[in-house]
């Protein structure tokens, strides 16, 4: 490790071991101790909703104040300037600590809207949105999906009719998760119907209390609410407020989907990281006398193969990156595996527990798994289904010809 | 000694070079169809010219001191070209086998020649339930300072030819490790039909054959355990380059043949075929050299990650080799083909140690599960 890189890191742990207690060692889990939830999705109550999205901006803020709330940022937009690898460094020193979750702000706002806003916006737009963003005042969302326009995303419908300086937008936007907790969105519309569909759209930056944006929360299968339809109807945004050119906006979108897949997908620690780990696995099957069975010891071994080879495939890329090299198609790969993994855990699971994960007996760390269960489907969908996910792979990688589209 | 990574790349290019032009289809096809099953003229090459069996044979017995890294790296090429050559038997079993019994006599007496290519050697552990289990070893060691074995050894790899064979046998200590010259009178070595013929195995029958005890009495259980980790992550390279193959192989097939007026490549029961094909790919990829990676720097995760690549390449190997013959339809079902040798060296890599059962429960025994 270089002098740059040893100071660097030496500053991420001052800063944690201020602000931050040791996360508790998660070699050391013993079965019936601690939290059992499995959730994924929050199904937390509005009031709650709203204290976890708060404190989700406060450390998000103390970030920020510290110089890591925003690491690979330009400067004159508040962020430090620094590489990537310093951003995946102090990821895995903050992994350590015990942390408030911060996905809310990061996993769609600071993870893919930031770095497109940063890419296309006029500097106005710029400077008022990024240092809020990455400050944790500001809460974005993806308004892209439409009832009409899903995995086809150019398909949109949503119109923006030019009037003077402004834009009128009408159309329904859903599925926009984070939308009830946010300040702006990042719009996909529909300005030339004429034009080849591709051709015709255009993204515009929507402030999520201009008049005519309505959030309507839309219950998930796992009860919460964590997504949401959006209804724009009559919304007038200023033309400055448009990101690219007008017809330019596939372009944009681009940038947010390729950030899209670099952030969805990463295996995460909490709650989801324990559902993967072999400890937490065989302490389950302990637990439920099923420890000898064979052949649940030979799913739980495949299983246990993938989410390491998807781990190594993942350190791979991180090392790659670290040497300055562009990282191939593992996060692609990852992405794709990253929901199977899961799912197949949580049916591993449902195996295991039997009858207990459909009714709640009050055990610990037993119908908790449900919560995974039914989060599961998801993940097979959003940020590109994974039928998509195959398709970009065959065509972008080996170059397999593109299907017949209309 | 580590090599970085553009004299990894290096590497790379000279020994697929080197087997583009000394192993190309229809020579291994030959050679398959030979006895011995290898052309010792193109083995002096490799051993000559890329010095491939002085690759991990350390500096102080003649060789070049490299390490798994380098050694996966050539086993993906000769993997990808279903070289046939006493390599895997010499290199990737007899090597760390010498090297795990910590007995520098039996290192000095027997490296400095299979490093410069004039020995060949292999590993004799399985009888004829096909296990690496020394637990199950039946073949005896009698004697004490002249030993001589007796008994039999089934699944030697390159058993017909190895001038050094490495048997495991019983004595009052426990299983051991012992060398056998190749010409030792009670010696015979029979060579068994095989599912791959690109690989070849000899059956031995053992009768009062005199040998020499390598490391110390009863310490062939710990050697072999050793040795089968490095050997599963070599061959956890030589399959992930045989699946990167079958991935190659079958997407330029997709993008070129024509059905209903179309490439094939452009239907998405065949594109998604492809895609499943690259994610085994690059799993096994991953799991093989970061096995590999970990082995050469001694890590205490070495273990669990050997036991990961092996199962983890195993399944690639077997799912590429698959799809490859369905997406190349009935030709692909043709013995003129190449798919059916891909096929068979997977399915039988995936059997070599014992198969899904032995190496999950491999995985999980590491895990403490
Ligand atoms: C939890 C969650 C959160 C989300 N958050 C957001 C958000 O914040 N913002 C946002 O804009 N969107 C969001 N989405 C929407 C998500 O991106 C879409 O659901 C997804 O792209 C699929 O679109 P669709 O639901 O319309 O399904 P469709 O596109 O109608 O697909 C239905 C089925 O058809 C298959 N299919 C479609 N086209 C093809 C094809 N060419 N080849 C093969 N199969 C095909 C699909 O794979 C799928 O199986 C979210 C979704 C979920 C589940």
Known sequence: MDDDMQDFTADVRRFLDAHAAKAPDRTAFTWGEGDDSMAYFSSLPPEEDREHVRRARDWQRVRYENGFGWITGPEEYGGRGLTPIHDVVYDAIEAEYDVPDTGTISVVGLGMIGPTILAHAQPHLKDRWLPAMYRGDAIACQLFSEPGAGSDLASVTTRAVRDGDDWVLDGQKVWTSVAQHSQIGLALTRTNPEAPKHRGITAFLVPMDAPGVEVRPLRQMTGGADFNEVFLTGVRIPDDHRLGEVDGGWTVALTTLMNERATVGSEGAGP??????????????????????????????????????????????????????????????????????????????????????????????????????????????????????????????????????? | MTVDDSGLHELRSAVREFLEAKSPEDVVRKLMESEPRFDPAVWAQASDQLRLPALTVPEEYGGDGFGMVELGVVLEEMGRALLCAPFFSTVVLAVPALLASGDAEACARHLPGIADGRTTATLAVAEDAGSWDTALVSARAVGDGRWRLTGGKSFVIDGTTADLILVVARTVAGPSLFAVDRTAAGLTAEPMETLDATRAMARLTLDAVPATLVGAEGAAERIVSRVLDLASVGLAAEQAGGARRCLEESAAYARTRHQFGRPIGSFQAVKHKCADMLVQVELAEAASREAARLAAEDSDEFPVAAAVAHACCSRAYMVAAMENIQVHGGIGFTWEHSAHLYFRRAKSSQLLFGGPAVYHERLLDRLGV
């Open chain 1, 272 to 406: 989801v990281g324990a559902a993967l780990s072999p400890d937490r696995l065989a302490a389950l099957m302990r637990a439920t006398w099923t420890g000898e069975d064979r052949a649940l010891r030979a799913r739980l071994a495949e299983l246990l193969v993938d989410v390491m080879a998807t781990g190594y495939l993942n350190a791979r890329a991180t090392r790659a990156l670290r040497s300055g090299v562009t990282p191939g198609p593992e996060r692609s790969v990852s992405k794709l595996m990253y929901g199977q993994n899961l799912t197949r855990a949580a049916h591993f699971a449902s195996d295991v527990l039997g009858p207990r994960m459909i009714a709640d007996t009050g055990e610990w760390g037993t119908y908790a798994w449900s919560e995974l269960l039914l989060a599961t489907p998801a993940l097979r969908i959003l940020g590109g289904t994974e039928e998509i996910m195959k398709n970009i792979l065959a065509e972008r990688v080996l170059g397999l010809p593109k299907e017949a589209r209309s």
